[in-house]
């Protein structure tokens, strides 16, 4: 089994958070960052120990700067900081430290005197038992890509000396990183990062994330590196502003599941075949609105639960469950999808560290397994044999047959702002999702980024959305808005029978501008891509947070409508105001 480590870097806190984050998490070691040692009280040896009793061990010491390419002047004090590395590291236990490639701008462009630097260096470290790993920082002075840095390993020719391989540096440069010399590359470090055109020490600095939360090739390169031999850690090196900030065991969870998804072998996803339902808390206020909403819709009351206050309503194939025995304002608490194994099912999201739920079982009862998302919402497991059910007395009523609601579209779930890229990776890996369509638009009260994932069929999807920094105190935008998107075949009757919040006029007349579409009824939004239309239309908010969407998809119109999104939170806005 290939060894697993993460950089302290990549998590919030003190030393001693961090290190207790990443054994929690499951890790097998670390990279000691020097800014969170030389912050940290204990003694290098108290590290040693503390590192020792979690389990762990220091993979890497990092970073050294500055040290190839030094005018031979002020490289005596190169090697005099170095000795009190490798002193330092001696008393920590750590056997390898990271040089990254010199900035200084008096570094001096001589490969010849640099591979004899690192040489001088090496043949220190190699004394003491130690070794180093040599990283092209991508915007490193005359250093800056990874060929360049095993072209003075191969120079220096020191057996002490070998590569660090940082995913970033090298993907952030190329595609086409050619023939990897597997046994001469000491350290691996991955981190995953949108594509962003930007400065790349900013883009370094600020923007990573975990392999497979952004858009580099993680997988062909760390298989490409494995293949070529390489036997040492996989080290996750992140720097995220956002990671920095936020609970550490959050974060050390969410990169194990990262690594572990990049490295496979889990239980294949299952095939999801539908949204067995979704389930709103509900108080004594949004209950009746909620319930209200239901049956203008034509929805019917059609079961209760044997042993709990929900209630089930039915029409065509969605089904909502509003659970008055929760605490807490009207949210989408759940949801449950139908699988071909839900014992599978299981078994993957425990396998990507998902956090299992008590069963919700009574003698008679459905044996629905469900693990907690990031956000909190519950996920389901079930058969499509919709078993489930008989929970449910029967309350009389019978579904309307031919009613205004055919199913569910999808699920609409807003993220805090901290735990975006986390869901998003969650959702994608443990329910075996592909990403289907994302964007960034001005809201009035900020920009929103939102995600859409989807299974083949599309009988399953899922929108994600979250601002881009933590809400201003301010604003008076609803949190963490969530809704349930239900589709019909006839639009015209659902604005005639359903309550929706007001469009502006400016709306229309930019519509008109920009795609004459066919008249709509009263409300309603539209939208277009090359397969059809789209027809949108929206409940007024219920609570603080939820509320009902009805679509309708004419000529297989595949996208979610995300272009209209700045105008439903500004209609949302004005009808609270309204109130
Ligand atoms: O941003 C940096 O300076 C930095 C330092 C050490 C690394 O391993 C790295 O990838 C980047
Ligand atoms: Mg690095």
């Known amino acids: 089994m290939t060894r697993t480590s993460i950089a302290t870097v990549c998590l919030s806190g003190t030393l001693d958070e961090?290190?207790?984050?990443?054994?929690?998490?499951?890790?097998?070691?670390?990279?000691?960052?020097?800014?969170?040692?030389?912050?940290?009280a204990r003694?290098?040896?108290?590290?040693?120990?503390?590192?020792?009793?979690?389990?762990?061990?220091?993979?890497?010491?990092?970073?050294?700067?500055?040290?190839?390419?030094?005018p031979p002047a002020r490289f005596a004090a190169v090697e005099r900081r170095f000795r009190a590395k490798l002193d330092l590291m001696a008393r920590l236990g750590a056997e390898m430290i990271l040089i990254c490639s010199s900035v200084a701008p008096d570094t001096i462009d001589d490969d010849e005197l640099a591979a004899g630097q690192l040489r001088r260096l090496a043949g220190m470290a190699g004394a003491r038992g130690m070794r180093i790993a040599y990283e092209a920082l991508a915007w490193g002075r005359h250093v800056s890509t990874w060929e360049h840095s095993w072209d003075l390993v191969r120079r220096a020719d020191h057996p002490a000396l070998g590569l660090c391989l940082d995913s970033f540096h090298v993907l952030s440069r190329t595609d086409a990183y050619g023939e990897i010399p597997g046994d001469r590359v000491f350290f691996l470090q991955l981190a995953d990062a949108p594509r962003l055109d930007m400065d790349v020490l900013q883009w370094s600095r600020h923007h990573r994330l975990f392999p497979l939360q952004g858009r580099l090739d993680l997988a062909g390169f760390t298989g490409a590196v494995l293949r070529a031999g390489y036997r040492g850690p996989l080290s996750l090196e992140v720097f995220n502003d956002v990671f920095r900030q936020s609970d550490p065991h959050r974060t050390a969870v969410d990169a194990r599941r990262s690594l572990t998804a990049l490295t496979g072998g889990l239980t294949p996803a299952p095939r999801l075949t539908g949204i067995a339902f979704a389930e709103l808390s509900v108080d004594a206020g949004s209950g009746p609105e909620l319930e209200r909403f239901l049956r203008t819709l034509g929805f019917a009351h059609t079961g209760q639960h044997r042993s709990k206050p929900v209630q089930l309503w039915e029409q065509g194939t969605a089904r909502i469950l509003l659970n008055a025995g929760a605490t807490g304002a009207a949210?989408?608490?759940?949801?449950?999808?139908?699988s071909t194994d839900p014992a599978a099912s299981a078994r993957r999201a425990a396998e990507l560290l998902a956090t299992p739920l008590p069963r919700r079982r009574r003698s008679s009862e459905a044996d629905l397994t469900a693990v907690a998302a990031p956000d909190g919402t519950e996920v389901f497991f079930c058969r499509d044999d919709h078993g489930w059910l008989d929970d449910f007395l029967p309350t009389g009523e019978s579904p309307v047959?031919?009613?205004?609601?055919?199913?569910?579209?999808?699920?609409s779930l807003a993220q805090p702002f901290d735990r975006y890229d986390e869901a998003a990776l969650f959702y994608r890996t443990v329910l075996g999702l592909t990403e289907d369509e994302a964007s960034e638009f001005a809201a009035p009260y900020g920009l929103i980024r939102t995600l859409a994932l989807r299974n083949d069929d599309r009988s399953v999807r899922l929108g994600l959305s979250v601002p881009l920094l933590r809400r201003g105190d301010w604003a008076p935008a609803v949190p963490h808005p969530q809704h349930?998107?239900?589709?019909?075949?006839?639009m015209a009757a659902v604005a005639g029978a359903m309550e929706s919040v007001d469009i502006p006029g400016n709306y229309y007349d930019d519509l008109a501008a920009r795609l004459d579409p066919p008249p709509l009824p009263r409300n309603a939004l539209h939208d277009q891509d090359e397969h059809g239309h789209y027809q949108q239309l929206f409940t007024p908010v219920v609570g603080d947070r939820v509320f009902f969407e009805v679509v309708e998809r004419t000529g297989g119109y595949r996208g979610y409508g995300f272009a209209n999104d700045p105008v439903r939170m500004a209609a949302h806005r004005a009808h609270r105001g309204a109130r």
């Open 18 to 40: 961090k290190l207790e984050a990443a054994a929690a998490a499951g890790f097998d070691g670390v990279e000691i960052f020097e800014n969170d040692l030389i912050g940290s």
């Open 43 to 70: 003694s290098p040896e108290e590290i040693r120990a503390r590192v020792r009793d979690l389990g762990l061990t220091i993979e890497l010491y990092q970073p050294f700067r500055d040290a190839e390419g030094a």
């Open 331 to 338: 949210s989408i608490r759940a949801f449950a999808l139908e």
């Open 401 to 411: 047959k031919g009613g205004l609601v055919t199913g569910i579209d999808h699920l």
């Open 484 to 490: 349930i998107t239900f589709v019909t075949d006839d």
